[in-house]
């Protein structure tokens, strides 16, 4: 934990949620285990050791796989409204812990107090949302063409779900996954990211408070802290039925590929590289506040951040002279004092990458409005901050194309609307977009076949900030999976066409003859 003064009360933080300075990274419910090698959590608000873990080797994840699938024998015949009554016990002690879990999300992850406070409320929302759910995990009834049989089809549950989430949503996307998991009659294994272990522990803690309570099996929720080892061991598991996964695109090509290889099914959640159309006709406060929110929330580290703005030639020099007088006026700094906008990226490895893409930018032509750079100084002790930079650049940049996870927003001039989405839709990317325009023929034509080829395409607000109750996810590189709303508990769930024949009879369809 912190040596330093305990300004914000972390080390309280860390107690209300059942971390000590020494924690084990494996838990099939309420009793934690492990045999591998040492994890040091540190936080890139301070640079200050949070907390060590204990990680898992192959012979724990063995023993979690195997506590796992003896519980869902038992999980899957629960009726699903029980199911759900697990989740929205979830949900209240999700609101009794909000507080400290979104510090926790905040210190360890290094986004804003109010991000991370926003994070845990997309786990309440999600929870709220499954228990709905429960009592509506419909199938159809058909007409059958034959006479006296009846067809219908059903959802049955899958079995093992494994979910691998990234350090940026280190606890919102895990919900999103589990909650319609469980409520679908699946149990869960959950392998939190490396960079935010400690968050993993304490969403593990919470819901094992949950099962203690209704004496259910605690193979209901398993996690594991690991290497990338212990991923592809997940991955390569024939008894996890589907896997989750939320990170780069270079990963997910792999998760993809090696998933599909023993005929399990994926969620890949990859890259996005999205952007903002800004037209003639947009209304330009509005349009500024959502780009630069998108732009430097999380510090640009949301797959959902604004990494783009293609802008009308007629509002350009405007929006471009907007743009550099609000980026004089963001604050930067200890992402638990609410008075600062921006805190630090998650680690040197980040900082190093930002300034490898400033440098490729600038030797593909591209000129720095707002000039970036790392922060120094006492106050940025972690040597994690950076400045959020503006590069005016062509589209066609091969830096620009690519994701960087990072602060670094990109802007370019189009003529027509036709050229501005052929320009948002030419990177290989596919999660989500946005347009500001006034004008209805814009933002329809936006939102049609012929716009954006996003999953998620919207008007007249930012790239970032979905609500769990549309499904999420996005198209190409982006892995074409969809999480958290809409009819997207379907992924998690096993399909069944159902045909009774209720006769003395035994008619065969298309009206084949077969006499004996």
């Known amino acids: 934990m912190s040596t330093k003064t305990d300004v914000f009360g972390i080390e309280k933080t860390l107690r209300n949620l059942g971390i000590s300075k020494e924690n084990k990274g494996v838990s099939t419910g309420g009793d934690y285990f492990a045999s591998g090698d040492l994890l040091e959590s540190y936080s890139p608000t301070d640079g200050q050791l949070i907390a060590t873990i204990k990680t898992a080797n192959s012979e724990d994840y063995n023993t979690v796989i195997e506590k796992a699938k003896s519980a869902f024998k038992e999980f899957r015949m629960i009726p699903s409204p029980k199911r759900g009554e697990l989740v929205r016990q979830f949900g209240l002690k999700l609101r009794e812990y909000k507080d400290d879990l979104g510090k926790l999300v905040s210190y360890e992850m290094g986004k804003s107090l109010q991000e991370g406070l926003g994070e845990v409320q997309e786990m309440i929302d999600i929870c709220d949302f499954a228990v709905g759910l429960s009592r509506q995990l419909h199938g159809f009834t058909m007409h059958s063409e034959r ?53 993993g522990i304490a969403c593990q803690n919470i819901i094992a408070q949950v099962l203690k309570e209704n004496k259910l099996p605690e193979g209901i929720s398993t996690m594991i802290v690991g290497d990338h080892k212990i991923g592809e061991q997940l991955v390569n598991d024939k008894n996890v039925a589907l896997v989750s996964f939320t990170g780069s695109t270079r990963v997910g090509r792999i998760v993809g590929k090696t998933v599909a290889e023993r005929f399990g099914k994926s969620i890949l959640e990859l890259g996005g590289n999205n952007s903002i159309i800004i037209t003639e006709n947009a209304d330009l406060d509005m349009s500024i506040i959502g780009a630069v929110f998108g732009a430097v929330g999380t510090a640009g580290q949301r797959c959902t951040s604004t990494r783009r703005l293609i802008i009308h030639e007629s509002v350009y020099d405007e929006v471009k002279n907007r743009l550099v007088k609000a980026y004089g006026q963001l604050k930067i700094g200890n992402p638990l004092d609410e008075n600062n906008h921006v805190g630090p990226v998650i680690d040197k490895d980040a900082v190093k990458q930002y300034l490898d893409s400033i440098e490729k930018c ?42 960087t996870f990072a602060p670094i927003l990109y802007i370019m001039k189009y003529k027509n609307l036709e050229e501005a989405i052929d320009m948002q839709n030419d990177v290989p990317q596919g999660l989500s977009s946005a347009i500001m325009t006034q004008n209805l023929r814009e933002a329809e034509l936006f939102l049609s076949q012929a716009g954006s080829d996003c999953g998620i395409a919207n008007v007249n607000i930012g790239t970032s900030g979905a609500e769990i109750g549309g499904a999420f996810g996005g198209e190409k590189e982006t892995g074409g999976g969809r999480e958290s709303g809409s009819d997207a508990w379907k992924y998690y769930m096993r399909r069944q066409t159902n045909t009774i024949n209720y006769t003395a009879s035994l008619p065969l369809a298309q009206g084949i003859k077969f006499d004996l």
């Open 147 to 199: 006479p006296g049989h009846r067809m219908y089809e059903q959802y049955h549950p899958l079995g093992v779900v494994g979910i691998i989430s990234a350090f940026n949503f280190p606890v919102a996307v895990w919900s999103w996954n589990t909650a319609l998991s469980w409520i679908c009659g699946n149990v869960t294994i959950w392998k939190p990211s490396e960079k935010t272990p400690l968050c």
């Open 362 to 403: 600038k030797a593909e032509g591209g000129k720095f409005v707002v000039e970036g750079g790392v922060l120094e100084g006492e106050k940025y002790g972690s040597g994690c901050y950076v400045r959020p930079c503006i590069a005016e650049v062509e589209n066609s940049f091969k830096i620009v194309q690519h994701e």
